[in-house]
C-alpha cells in the first residue's frame, strides 16, 4: 500500500493523538423523533496497517518530527508483518477481512459548503491552488462532518437484541447496516464515551451502543455503552458482517463531489484556471482536530 496517498484528515479512529474530526443512494440513518432509540455497533474500521501509520503520523506531528514516505512504508511494513505472523501467513496472503483492526472504529472527517444553486459539496479547500480556494471560498465558510457505519440490531420491547431474528438476518444476509452523518459536537460526545473505556484496554467498537436522540430538529443525541457488542460473539457472524460493511466503506460521503473547474462551470463563470483540475500531492498532515472547530 502507497501510505502517502491516504488523507488521515479524512479518517480518525479515536486513537491517541486524533481526537479530529461519492454521494449515493444509501439511506442514512435518521433519528427523527425525541427520544427515539437504537442498539447499535460501529462497523466502520481501518486495517492494521493503516491505524499503526496514522498513530505515527499523529507522533510525529505532536513531537514536531518530520517523516519521509520511507518511515510511512516501513511502519506499514512492520504493522502487516507482525499480523501475517500472529494469524500463521505469508503477508502477501493477508485478505482484506484479515486486515481489518476492529479494536476501534473509524469516522471520515468531511467538510462540505452549501449553496443556493449548487446544494451541498465536498470540499476542495487546500486542494487546488491558490486561485481555486478563492472560487470554493465563494461559497462560503466549510462546515465538518463525522460519518461512520453502524450495524442496527433488532431489538425486543425492553431495547434488548432480539437474538432470533439477529440470528435470521445474518442467515438471510439481511443485516441492517446503515452510514450516519452527524456533527462535531455530537462526535465530541463520542469521544468522550470512549475514553474510560480506552483505560479499561477496550473501545466503543467492542461495544453495543444505544444512541437516543435528544433533538431532531439538530440531529443532535446522547450515546452510551451498554454490554459487550453482539456482533463480536460469534466468529461466523464476525465474518458475515464484515464482508457486507466493508464495500460500503467507499460510500461514506454524503456530499457531491466536483472538481473545480465543473464548479466554476456551475457557477456560470467559464473559462478554465490552470490549477482547477490539478490534484495537489496529499498532505497527511495538513488538518487537525483543533482547526476543525473553527469551521463549525
Not at 486513537?15 to 442514512?28: H, M, R, T
Not at 484479515?98 to 476501534?104: A, G, L, P, Q
Not at 458475515?240 to 466554476?264: C, G, H, S, W
Request: aromatic share 8%; with cysteine; proline share 3%.
Amino acid at each position: 500500500m502507497n501510505y502517502d496517498d491516504l488523507d488521515f484528515s479524512q479518517t480518525v479512529t479515536l486513537g491517541k493523538g486524533q481526537k479530529k474530526l461519492s454521494a449515493n443512494q444509501q439511506d442514512w440513518l435518521t433519528l427523527s423523533t425525541k427520544g427515539q432509540k437504537i442498539r447499535a455497533s460501529f462497523v466502520y474500521f481501518n486495517t492494521f496497517d493503516v491505524n499503526l501509520v496514522s498513530d505515527f503520523v499523529a507522533q510525529c506531528k505532536d513531537q514536531g518530527k518530520p517523516y519521509t514516505s520511507e518511515d510511512l512504508k516501513k511502519v506499514g511494513g512492520v504493522a502487516l508483518k507482525k499480523l501475517a505472523e500472529k494469524l500463521g501467513k505469508e503477508v502477501e496472503a493477508l485478505t482484506e477481512f484479515d486486515k481489518i483492526d476492529t479494536s476501534r472504529p473509524a469516522f471520515k472527517v468531511l467538510r462540505s459548503h452549501y449553496k443556493e444553486g449548487v446544494g451541498s459539496v465536498l470540499s476542495r479547500l487546500g486542494k487546488d491552488g491558490p486561485e481555486a480556494d478563492k472560487l470554493w471560498q465563494s461559497l462560503g465558510e466549510p462546515k465538518t462532518h463525522a460519518t461512520t457505519l453502524l450495524l442496527v440490531y433488532p431489538c425486543d420491547d425492553d431495547g434488548d437484541v432480539n437474538g432470533e431474528e439477529f440470528v435470521r438476518m445474518v442467515k438471510a444476509g439481511k443485516i441492517k447496516l446503515v452510514p450516519w452523518k452527524f456533527s462535531q459536537k455530537l462526535y465530541e460526545k463520542i469521544y468522550r464515551a470512549n475514553a474510560p473505556l480506552i483505560k479499561m484496554n477496550t473501545s466503543l467498537s467492542q461495544m453495543d451502543v444505544i444512541i437516543e436522540c435528544t433533538n431532531p430538529a439538530y440531529k443532535d443525541a446522547e450515546i452510551q455503552a451498554d454490554g459487550n457488542a453482539t456482533w463480536l460473539q460469534h466468529e461466523a457472524i464476525k465474518k458475515a458482517v464484515l464482508e457486507k460493511a466493508i464495500p460500503m466503506y467507499k460510500d461514506l460521503n454524503p456530499f457531491r463531489e466536483m472538481t473545480t473547474e465543473q464548479l466554476r462551470e456551475k457557477l456560470g463563470m467559464g473559462g478554465s484556471d490552470s490549477s482547477g483540475d490539478r490534484q495537489s500531492s496529499v498532505d497527511i498532515s495538513s488538518v487537525d482536530f483543533d482547526d476543525m472547530l473553527k469551521d463549525v
